[in-house]
């Protein structure tokens, strides 16, 4: 079946950086834009980035730009997201989640089980 | 402060019908689908409406949803236990160029 699972969460200082992995299975993971959502401690889900299915499109939030890299491999059928100069705010649960065919979108489906950061001194 | 306006919690008796809403703007909703994601305590969310109205296999037709110019809702009936959770509504933003969230409303069955 269509599964994706994230890996490469922990504890970071403020300043340092992290690479997360999400694999996938079950699909074409070529065919599909792919995006990573976050979602604080208490809080709400927020979209972090997009990438489009050969890798030539993408977009971040402005929390986000300058800061993390969305990217992904094909042949391994996985994505990534290299987040760097971490902040506190930046502490949350990352999902990553498979978007549309052709065109990014709104329509997440599925989700991840989502892997923790932690950025705390 | 999200783009999308929610509120953050509803409530009703098993049983019941809920109602919860969805606002936004021209650049979001009103030329947008709508779409509703469920996230029961302690899981990812997962997908409840897609295109406004239309629900994955294996939602029951207890759940419902319509959009209507920059307001979409999504609506309970029958409600059950199963469906305390959080609900949040998402759609593309033409300006942001980016999918945006509500804030989430926490649903309670009393």
């Known amino acids: 079946q269509v599964q994706l699972v994230e890996s490469g969460g922990g504890l970071v200082k403020p300043g340092g950086s992290l690479r997360l992995s999400c694999a996938a299975s079950?699909?074409?993971?070529?065919?599909?834009?792919m995006s990573w959502i976050r979602q604080a401690p208490g809080k709400g889900l927020e979209w972090v980035s997009y990438?489009?299915?050969?890798?030539?499109?993408?977009n971040y939030a402005d929390s986000v730009k300058g800061r993390f890299t969305i990217s992904r491999d094909n042949a391994k059928k996985s994505l990534y997201l290299q987040m760097n100069s971490l902040r506190a705010e930046d502490t949350a649960v990352y999902y990553c989640?498979?978007?549309?065919?052709?065109?990014?979108?709104?329509?997440?489906?599925?989700w991840g089980q989502g892997t923790l950061v932690t950025v705390s001194s | 402060q999200s783009v999308l306006t929610q509120p953050p919690s509803a409530s009703a008796t098993p049983g019941q019908r809920v109602t919860i809403s969805c606002s936004g703007g021209?650049?979001?909703?009103?030329?947008?689908?709508i779409y509703w994601y469920q996230q029961l305590p302690g899981t990812a969310p997962k997908v409840l409406i897609y295109r406004n109205n239309q629900r994955p296999s294996g939602v029951p037709d207890r759940f419902s949803g319509s959009k209507s110019g920059t307001s979409a809702s999504l609506a309970i009936s029958g409600l059950r236990s199963e469906d305390e959770a959080d609900y949040y509504c998402a759609t593309w933003d033409d300006s942001l160029r980016g999918p945006v969230f509500g804030g989430g409303t926490q649903l309670t069955v009393l």
């Open positions: 021209s650049s979001n909703i009103g030329s947008n689908n």
């Open positions: 079950g699909f074409t993971f070529s065919d599909y834009y």
């Open positions: 990438i489009s299915g050969s890798s030539t499109y993408t």
């Open positions: 989640a498979r978007m549309g065919v052709g065109a990014p979108s709104s329509w997440f489906d599925p």
